[in-house]
């Protein structure tokens, strides 16, 4: 399988304090992409990162990629309750975006 | 932004008969689409590629009879789950590329799913 794998497949924390989540993939690829999923619902693309870059930032994300270890972080700072949902990472494969097993965070208020 | 419109959002039927899910991209040209399939709590696994006038591109061990493909036109693809049985019970997702999007896999924009229920 070409899938990628994700750790921690769950992660609980507090409002305030950041939360950071590990893609690690199997393939060359062009780029990887961050999605969230709300529970049983679609995708929300969040952010892309290109294979020649190493670090990116969006308000409260932050993803980095080390294509020597094929992997990629990334992290959520200050998070809210709102936060809470799934995130998966997805690797640019040929035409193909293959997803990651993905995580679940819950954030307490 | 570019918006999917997948329909329908839940959708209940007999063993033995067919469902067929729309998916359509409301203000964008789309001439790829994508199949996704989802357990509860599991990642999207692909299922198959629509390509807008051609046909479809299914992954190893997706059965093409099992599950028809069409994508007729730049904005539409549908895909049609054939004499469904209980095991195809699932949250199907389609997503669509913006056909102007600069690299061949650039971000997807996701239809809401269809959540298929087989009795």
């Known amino acids: 399988s070409q899938q990628g794998e994700e750790d921690p497949q769950a992660l609980s924390i507090q409002e305030g304090e950041n939360a950071t989540m590990n893609c690690s993939y199997k393939?060359?690829?062009?780029?990887l992409q961050w999605y969230r999923q709300n529970s049983g619902r679609g995708l929300v693309h969040l952010i892309l990162?290109?294979?020649?870059?190493r670090e990116k930032h969006s308000g409260r994300l932050r993803v980095t990629l080390d294509t020597s270890k094929k992997s990629s972080s990334l992290l959520i700072t200050a998070s809210r309750a709102a936060d809470t949902a799934s995130y998966f990472c997805?690797?640019?494969?040929?035409?193909?975006?293959?997803f990651g097993t993905g995580t679940r965070l819950q954030v307490f208020p | 932004g570019a918006v999917v419109s997948q329909h329908p959002s839940r959708v209940i039927c007999k063993s033995g008969t067919s469902v067929k899910i729309e998916c359509r991209s409301l203000?964008?040209?789309?001439?790829?689409m994508f199949w996704y399939r989802q357990f509860p709590k599991k990642s999207l696994m692909l299922m198959a590629t629509?390509?807008?006038?051609?046909?479809?591109?299914?992954e190893q061990g997706v059965e093409k009879d099992k599950f028809l493909i069409n994508h007729a036109s730049l904005t539409l693809s549908t895909l049609t789950v054939t004499s469904a049985h209980p095991e195809d019970s699932s949250f199907y997702i389609c997503?669509?590329?913006?056909?102007?999007?600069?690299?061949?896999?650039?971000?997807?924009?996701f239809g809401s799913g269809t959540q298929l229920s087989v009795l």
């Open positions: 997503s669509a590329r913006d056909s102007g999007a600069m690299s061949t896999n650039e971000k997807l924009f």
């Open positions: 393939t060359s690829i062009n780029n």
């Open positions: 990162i290109r294979s020649n870059e």
């Open positions: 997805a690797t640019g494969y040929t035409d193909k975006l293959i």
């Open positions: 203000d964008f040209q789309a001439t790829t």
């Open positions: 629509s390509n807008e006038g051609s046909k479809a591109t299914y």
